[in-house]
């Protein structure tokens, strides 16, 4: 599977990352965000939130699960958080694969799913926090495979 590892020296690189990928982001596609609790999840979903509806400071949807977005673009982007989630057989009624039929979505916690994996899906694993250096490891399966250079930084 390609694997692209970037070093992410300060917030900011994390937004740029996430500008990045909202550049190659679009309809069906789903980005899962692994990484312990700190690690950058919600500020990397933030900076593609941001770039693809102009929202800034989207809150984190740790209550909700799920926030749904118009992308600018016409397409709904979900950006959800499966920490909460205390079943896996309650991920359907969050509506995560009807929105993957016309949009995107951003997924943070998803060890909390781990049989919910569909083919074509980009795998971020952030790791690091305070006093370490932030790492992104970025993993692309299918149609992922051929975007993930225009990912790097
Ligand atoms: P998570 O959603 O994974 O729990 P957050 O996105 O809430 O983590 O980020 C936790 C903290 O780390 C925030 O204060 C954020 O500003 C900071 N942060 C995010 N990315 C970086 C980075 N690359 N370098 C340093 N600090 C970062
Ligand atoms: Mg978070």
Same mark, same amino acid.
């Given at each position: 599977?390609?694997?692209?590892?970037?070093?992410?020296?300060?917030?900011?690189?994390?937004?740029?990352?996430?500008?990045?990928?909202?550049?190659?982001?679009?309809?069906?596609?789903?980005?899962?965000?692994?990484?312990?609790?700190?690690?950058?999840?919600?500020?990397?979903?933030?900076?593609?939130?941001?770039?693809?509806?102009?929202?800034?400071?989207?809150?984190?949807?740790?209550?909700?699960?799920?926030?749904?977005?118009?992308?600018?673009?016409?397409?709904?982007?979900?950006?959800? !958080?499966?920490?909460?989630? !205390?079943?896996?057989?309650?991920?359907?009624?969050?509506?995560?694969?009807?929105?993957?039929?016309?949009?995107?979505?951003?997924?943070?916690?998803?060890?909390?799913?781990?049989?919910?994996?569909?083919?074509?899906?980009?795998?971020?694993?952030?790791?690091?926090?305070?006093?370490?250096?932030?790492?992104?490891?970025?993993?692309?399966?299918?149609?992922?495979?051929?975007?993930?250079?225009?990912?790097?930084?």
């Amino acid at each position: 599977m390609p694997a692209l590892t970037l070093t992410l020296t300060d917030e900011a690189a994390t937004a740029r990352l996430g500008a990045r990928l909202a550049a190659v982001l679009g309809p069906g596609d789903l980005v899962l965000l692994f990484g312990d609790l700190g690690a950058g999840k919600t500020t990397l979903a933030r900076a593609v939130i941001e770039a693809l509806t102009g929202e800034a400071d989207a809150p984190s949807p740790t209550y909700t699960l799920v926030q749904v977005y118009d992308a600018n673009a016409g397409w709904p982007l979900a950006h959800a !958080d499966l920490y909460r989630l !205390d079943d896996e057989a309650e991920l359907d009624e969050l509506g995560l694969d009807e929105i993957l039929e016309d949009g995107a979505a951003l997924v943070e916690w998803p060890g909390h799913a781990p049989n919910w994996r569909p083919a074509s899906r980009l795998e971020v694993r952030l790791t690091g926090g305070a006093d370490e250096p932030r790492i992104a490891v970025l993993e692309g399966f299918e149609t992922w495979e051929d975007r993930l250079d225009r990912l790097a930084g």
